[in-house]
């Protein structure tokens, strides 16, 4: 069940954060076959290539397993809001 939540959360963050596959793999070293491939099989990657996918998506691998965020993301979420809601005010 993590596998599928863990890709299911990459493939949120993606669409979020406007990053394709291809930039994610290049991102992260891995090949688009590897990526889809462990996607379609619903297979984790190592932990060494999930720390690289969490860091391209500014995330945590915490987040990708359990779709949870630590205290420490929950706080930096909620000052980037703060920080971007300030900047909009400003324009």
Same mark, same amino acid.
């Given at each position: 069940m993590a596998d599928m939540l863990f890709w @299911?959360? /990459?493939?949120?963050l993606n669409k979020l954060q406007k990053i394709t596959q291809e930039a994610?793999?290049?991102? /992260?070293?891995? !090949?688009l076959n590897t990526l889809r491939g462990w996607v !379609?099989?619903? /297979?984790?990657?190592?932990?060494? *290539?999930a720390v690289k996918i969490a860091?391209?998506?500014?995330t945590t691998v915490e987040y990708? /397993?359990?779709? *949870?965020? @630590?205290?420490k993301a929950k706080e930096l979420a909620e000052l980037k809001a703060k920080i971007m809601d300030f900047a909009k005010s400003l324009q």
């Open positions: @299911t959360n /990459v493939n949120n994610l793999c290049k991102e /992260v070293c891995i !090949s !379609s099989k619903n /297979v984790l990657p190592r932990a060494d *290539e860091k391209a998506l500014n990708l /397993v359990t779709g *949870e965020q @630590t205290d």
